[in-house]
């Protein structure tokens, strides 16, 4: 069964990026070349972040994506999808004619979201393997890009975000959401936040709080060139709004 699991999802994720151009020569660019995080990094302690039903009860996903204007038709990503309560989601908000990409960076949480993926029967979702660096998405195929409850994760988000930016389309744009506190209390200083992807060449273009979600919404576009890895300053760890 996983292993047609597996099947689909690639042919899916080929269809996620069948457009784009040819994916450019990133992996010669070595991970030495990317500067640290000058911050702790939460350790990834569980697959949910809280019960999806208290979730949808304060509407906190469909919140989300009305704020990220999700509507039918779009190609999106769910980065540490998790259990997978924005990925069951987003594709009933994008429809038959969207596409989600599910993405975890472990093999037993992405089978298992694989499976639920598979018994719902939602065919315009595709569940992948990524690595925590790397997200290893399609060229120039996403509208949006969903990061929530786990960018204090991320061991090398200069990196990350550098290999993340040419997935985005043209308007496309990163949504996270997080919980304005330290990231080793598992969450992200906004102004942090802003900084690292600053540093990467994105733009915030929105930020508002939520409560529902347990934190605040900030949204970035990519702008200009992407810059040279060892071009890339490190943000000093910083607190507050």
């Not at 993926?117 to 990524?130: C, F, I, N, P």
């Not at 990350?160 to 209390?185: E, K, M």
Request: charged share 25%.
């Amino acid at each position: 069964m996983r292993t047609a699991i597996a099947l689909s999802g690639l042919l899916m994720v080929a269809a996620c990026g069948a457009a784009a151009p040819p994916a450019a020569p990133d992996a010669k660019v070595k991970p030495g070349a990317f500067p640290d995080a000058h911050r702790p990094v939460a350790a990834i302690v569980s697959d949910r972040w809280s019960n999806e039903e208290e979730r949808d009860r304060l509407r906190e996903a469909d919140t989300v994506m009305d704020y990220s204007g999700v509507r039918k038709g779009m190609t999106v990503a769910d980065i540490g999808a998790g259990e997978g309560y924005y990925t069951i989601r987003l594709a009933q908000r994008v429809g038959a004619e969207g596409r989600v990409l599910a993405e975890d960076i472990q093999p037993a949480t992405r089978d298992k979201l694989a499976e639920r993926v598979t018994r719902e029967a939602l065919d315009m979702v595709s569940v992948k393997l990524g690595t925590p660096a790397d997200p290893k998405l399609p060229e120039n195929s996403f509208d949006r890009v969903f990061l929530v409850h786990m960018y204090h994760e991320i061991e090398t988000p200069y990196e990350f975000l550098w290999r993340l930016r040419p997935a985005l389309r043209a308007g496309g744009r990163v949504v996270v959401v997080d919980a304005d506190r330290l990231t080793q209390n598992h969450g992200t200083p906004p102004a942090l936040l802003d900084c690292e992807f600053a540093a990467v060449g994105y733009v915030r273009v929105e930020r508002r709080a939520m409560p529902s979600a347990g934190g605040y919404l900030a949204m970035y576009e990519a702008r200009g060139p992407r810059p040279e890895p060892g071009a890339i300053k490190a943000c000093e760890s910083v607190s507050g709004s």
